[in-house]
């Protein structure tokens, strides 16, 4: 059965692919490098907003 799931799959054409650990790896490490450019641009993007509506910023 597992090597009918193989043939359909196609997994004798496939390269292999990354191990899944190195896979997470490498999201998490570009989830982390990302993490502070998002809040950089949240900052900015929401910086405006209170004098767009006429309050002034509570800190």
Known sequence: MAL???????QYDSWGG???AG????HAL?????RPLVAW???GYA???P????RTPQR
């Not at 009918?4 to 196609?10: A, H, K, N, S, Y």
């Not at 896979?23 to 490498?26: H, I, L, T």
């Not at 570009?30 to 990302?34: A, E, H, R």
Request: charged content about 15%.
């Open 41 to 43: 641009l949240l900052r």
């Open 18 to 20: 990354p191990a899944l």
């Open 51 to 54: 004098h767009l509506a006429g």
């Open 30 to 34: 570009g989830g982390l490098g990302f």
């Open 23 to 26: 896979a997470w790896a490498v």
């Open 4 to 10: 009918r799931r193989r043939i359909l799959v196609g």
């Open 47 to 49: 910086a405006p907003w």
